[in-house]
């Protein structure tokens, strides 16, 4: 039933034509995490959210998008309150990614004002987003991500815990919230499990705040190794793992066998950097610097595209490294 839902839903979006432009693969969507800057600071303009959002709004011109993935930490520092629930949509969510967005009748009325791009400019895609650390700082703040934020933008994709959305291409995007697993919470794990198990495939790809191939800082092994568990248990392979937390752009090789992801992407720099560390995996590439990824899903392989924002305002991002992912898991970096 959620997946008949789920599927429903994508179609519901997917209402308006896709901005003219070349579409390059039968599903593509963009990614990113740690994107919520507090309210305050530099002009909107000037503003390092903005300045990514920018991007992904050219990226979508040139070749149409299918969906938008936010990789957790929404809304720095402690997540949502009900009281600035409608402001930070408005700064967070409205002004920099207005052009993909759905509102409903409630959010057109209270939050599209803030809303810059005319009608005919706009192309509505889903947001599939889960929770990042930070956004667990209020107690409030898990349950107005999925159940009140919804109210307002239609588009908005958040799980309970995970849910399969069976995409155009032959793409299973799997959403998980990696905070119940990284503290122990068994349910957590049960669920990525059962959503593994319920995908179609042939793709398959997990998002997630955490990553779990170890990026060189904060790693949680503990909670890397259940999710290793739980992929293992699935029996089903997974060809990409996104993620954010770390604030920088990286691409990690899988180490093979049936409990892990061919690759690991993080691009967790949707607003802020960080200096990239030394990891013991196969670290394939690693850049402090704004950015996002890119995923193309074709007949025979995922691409990969990773985008490096530059600090200029106004210059146009950077493929920096590309990927491709064929049906047995094999990565290659293309030139």
């Known amino acids: 039933m959620a997946l008949g839902l789920a599927v429903m839903a994508l179609a519901a979006v997917a209402l308006r034509s896709p901005p003219p432009g070349k579409r390059v693969a039968a599903l593509s969507l963009l990614a990113l995490g ?81 809303c810059g791009v005319r009608q005919a400019a706009r192309h509505p895609v889903p947001l599939f987003a889960v929770l990042g650390n930070h956004d667990y700082g209020e107690r409030e703040s898990p ?4 159940e009140l934020v919804p109210e307002y933008i239609d588009s908005w994709r958040m799980p309970d815990r995970a849910e399969v959305f069976e ?23 049960a669920a990525l ?24 800082n904060g790693h949680a092994d503990a909670y890397a190794r259940r999710v290793r568990a739980a992929i293992a248990r699935a029996g089903v392979p997974v060809h990409l793992f ?9 691409a990690i090789e ?39 990824a890119r995923i193309d899903a074709e007949a025979t392989r995922l691409r990969v595209s990773l985008f490096r924002v530059p600090a200029t305002p106004g210059t146009r991002a950077v493929v920096e490294a590309r990927f491709e992912i064929d049906a047995e898991g094999k990565v290659r970096r293309e030139p």
Not at 143 to 146: A, D, H, S, V
Not at 265 to 290: C, I, N, Q, Y
Request: net charge positive; with cysteine; proline share 7%.
């Open 167 to 189: 995409l155009p291409g032959g793409v299973s995007l799997i959403p998980f919230q990696s905070v119940p697993t990284m503290v122990g919470k068994a349910k957590g794990t």
């Open 34 to 114: 740690d994107t919520g800057q507090p309210i305050g600071g530099p002009l909107a303009a000037l503003r390092p959210q903005h300045r990514v959002a920018r991007a992904l709004v050219a990226e979508d011109e040139r070749a149409p998008i299918d969906g938008l993935v936010l990789l957790g930490d929404n809304f720095y520092p402690d997540g949502l309150e009900e009281d600035e629930l409608k402001d930070r949509l408005r700064v967070n969510i409205v002004a920099p990614y207005c052009r993909f967005l759905r509102f409903t009748a409630r959010g057109r009325g209270s939050l599209e004002g803030e």
């Open 254 to 292: 899988g180490e093979g066998g049936r409990d892990d992801a061919a690759l690991h992407v993080v691009a967790g720099s949707g607003s802020d950097t960080r200096k990239v560390r030394g990891t013991p995996r196969k670290r394939l590439f690693g850049v402090e610097a704004l950015g996002f």
């Open 193 to 216: 499990e059962k959503a593994l198990q319920r995908s179609k495939g042939p793709w398959r790809i997990l998002a997630a705040h955490h990553p779990i191939a170890d990026p060189g």
């Open 143 to 146: 349950m107005l991500q999925k």
């Open 242 to 250: 996104l993620a954010g937390h770390e604030h920088n752009l990286q």
